[in-house]
């Protein structure tokens, strides 16, 4: 199984990026995928999951209306789409599926494997 987090980089306050996930060495339409945060010394935190056919998603308030999770299942690539961007969202970013459920949480424990993480800098 292999996830592979990319589109992190350095954008200005109000700015957007769009972070990929693409997998392999499972059968992605099966699985539900999340997006979760890092801050430094801090706990992961979840931000948006997505069902594994992506009729359902999940988030939290704080990103409500400025993110958006979708998925490519051809593609196997699950994407985190984040606009008006804060210096608030500074963070490593992070992919991760659950391999036992094809409905998704925002629940940290229930994710299997994990991306590499890929740096986001909102900065002026």
């Known amino acids: 199984v292999q996830l592979q987090a990319s589109g992190g980089g350095l954008v200005q306050p109000g700015g957007s990026l769009r972070l990929s996930c693409a997998t392999s060495g499972f059968p992605f339409e099966e699985h539900a995928i999340a997006w979760f945060r890092q801050y430094p010394g801090k706990e992961r935190e979840g931000l948006l999951c997505?069902?594994?056919?992506?009729?359902?998603?999940d988030s939290i308030d704080s990103v409500k209306g400025r993110f958006a999770v979708s998925r490519d299942n051809a593609k196997k690539t699950v994407y985190l789409q984040m606009n008006s961007l804060e210096s608030e969202d500074t963070a490593v970013y992070y992919c991760a599926i659950d391999r036992r459920r094809r409905r998704c949480s925002l629940l940290e424990e229930r994710y299997d494997y994990w991306g590499q993480g890929t740096q986001v800098t909102v900065s002026s």
């Open positions: 997505i069902s594994s056919g992506g009729d359902s998603t």
